[in-house]
C-alpha cells in the first residue's frame, strides 16, 4: 500500500500520486487548514491553530497503513515552469470527514477533516507552495478501512467494513485540470484493487453542490441522508445536514477479468477486420 503510485502529467509537469511521506507533511496541512478555514468562515481568526492540529492529525495518520492511507498528488514541475500564481488558494469544499481526531469532516465545526474539491485561503498559505520549481503537493484525499481511523457522523455512519474516503482537496490552481478525478480514481484503485473493498463511502454537506456534481458524475449515489428537519435543528448542536453517499469499487480480480475480457474483444474485433 505504500509503495502505491500513479502519474500523469499536466501542462505545468507530472504528477505522482503517492502515500503521504513526512517530508511532504507541511505541505499538505497547508493545504487542508486553508481549505478547512475557507470552508468553515468562523474558524479563520484560528487559523493558526487549526494548522497545527492538521499537522498533528497527518503525522499520526501518515503511519496508520494498512488501517488508512493517506494520498497525495505531488507536481514535479518541468524545467523553467512556475505552475502556479501568487497563491489564490484552492476550490470549494464538501463535507466527509476526519479531522483532528474530533469532528465529523468538512464543514462541520471539527476544525480538521475537509472532504472533497476543497477551498484554501487567498494571498498566503498555500501560496507559498504552489511557488517556485519545487515539488509541491496540490491534491490530497484519504481512504480509511477502520471506524477507529475516521470520525462519527450522528445518526449517519459508514458501515464498519468499507473504504471510507475523506479529506480531499485540491488546490484552486489546479482545478478543473483533472485532478480530484485522478485521486477519486487512485482512492478507488486502493480500496478495490489494494484492499480488496467492493463499496466506497463518504459523506457530503448539503450545502456542498460543486463536489456533490464531482461525486455524482464520478458514479456516488445517496446510500442515506439526515432528515430535513436537521437543517433546522442541527445547527443548534453543531451538526450540519449530511448525506452519506456510495460507490461500488471492483476488486482487483474483477478489474483483471473486465481488462482481459477488454483485451480479447478487441483482438477479436481486430481479427474480424483482418478477415474482410
Known amino acids: 500500500m505504500l509503495n502505491f503510485r500513479r502519474e500523469f502529467d499536466l501542462p505545468e509537469g507530472r504528477v505522482v500520486i503517492q502515500a503521504l511521506t513526512v517530508p511532504l507533511i507541511e505541505q ?4 487542508l487548514a486553508s481549505s478547512f478555514v475557507r470552508a468553515v468562515s468562523h474558524l479563520a481568526p484560528y487559523a493558526a491553530y487549526v ?3 492538521i499537522s498533528a492529525y497527518l503525522r499520526e495518520h501518515q503511519a496508520l497503513p494498512p488501517k488508512a492511507l493517506v494520498l497525495v498528488a505531488v507536481l514535479q514541475p518541468r524545467a523553467g515552469s512556475e505552475g502556479g500564481d501568487n497563491g489564490n488558494g484552492n476550490g470549494s469544499s464538501n463535507g466527509n470527514g476526519n479531522g483532528n481526531g474530533n469532528g465529523n469532516g ?3 465545526d471539527s476544525g480538521a477533516g475537509v472532504d472533497a474539491v476543497a477551498a484554501a485561503g487567498n494571498g498566503g498559505g498555500v501560496g507559498a507552495v504552489l511557488s517556485g520549481s ?5 491534491g490530497t484525499a484519504e481512504v480509511s478501512f477502520s471506524p477507529t481511523t475516521r470520525s462519527s457522523q450522528p445518526l449517519l455512519n459508514a458501515p ?5 474516503l475523506s479529506n480531499m482537496a485540491v488546490s484552486a490552481v489546479f482545478r478543473r485540470k483533472g485532478v480530484a478525478s485522478r485521486l477519486l480514481e487512485a482512492a478507488e484503485e486502493v480500496a478495490g484493487g489494494v484492499r480488496g473493498e467492493q463499496r466506497m463511502y463518504l459523506h457530503l454537506r448539503f450545502v456542498d453542490e460543486t463536489a456533490a456534481k464531482l461525486y455524482e458524475s464520478a ?3 445517496i446510500a442515506r441522508q439526515h432528515p430535513a428537519i436537521l437543517a433546522f435543528l442541527g445547527p443548534l448542536f453543531g451538526v450540519q445536514r449530511m448525506k452519506l453517499m456510495v460507490k461500488p ?3 482487483a480480480a474483477a478489474k483483471a477479468a473486465a481488462a482481459a475480457a477488454a483485451a480479447a474483444a478487441k483482438a477479436s474485433a481486430s481479427a474480424a477486420g483482418d478477415t474482410n
Do not use: D, H
Not at 464498519?160 to 471510507?164: F, G
Open 249 to 251: 469499487v471492483a476488486p
Open 219 to 221: 458514479g456516488f449515489t
Open 134 to 138: 519545487r515539488p509541491r503537493v496540490i
Open 28 to 31: 499538505t496541512s497547508e493545504l
Open 51 to 53: 494548522r497545527r492540529n
Open 106 to 108: 468538512n464543514g462541520s
Open 160 to 164: 464498519v467494513r468499507c473504504a471510507y
